[in-house]
């Protein structure tokens, strides 16, 4: 990483900015396992709105990261799976989650202390 890291251009800030979005590592995570319809998504993510789960399967298609998959079948059917570079952020994705494992409750009691 250069000193650039944080220019809107940079590699790095477009990793960053993929992660930021919640949704994004969410459905990445739960993709992980192999296609999925939009409605296996929002049974296992729970709490995920139908349109909200739309607009992140879409960013993250055009991202490259995720492929849709429509089947010309009575009725229509869609999928969602992980493009091989969607696949790559299975490992940060998953440090994230063992950090946050291991260092959650830290970051909430912080939270507590600043909220009062």
Do not use: Q
Request: proline share 5%.
């Amino acid at each position: 990483m250069t000193t650039d890291a944080f220019l809107a251009d940079c590699r790095a800030r477009l990793a960053f900015d993929l992660l930021s979005n919640t949704w994004n590592a969410v459905l990445i995570w739960v993709l992980r396992e192999g296609p999925k319809r939009p409605g296996e998504l929002r049974e296992l993510i729970g709490g995920i709105s139908p349109k909200v789960l739309t607009e992140t399967l879409r960013r993250l298609e055009f991202n490259g990261l995720v492929t849709r998959n429509a089947y010309g079948e009575m009725p229509p059917r869609v999928e969602y799976e992980l493009t091989a570079v969607g696949k790559t952020l299975l490992g940060p994705i998953d440090a994230l989650g063992a950090w946050a494992f291991e260092h959650g409750d830290e970051v909430m009691a912080a939270r507590e202390r600043m909220s009062g």
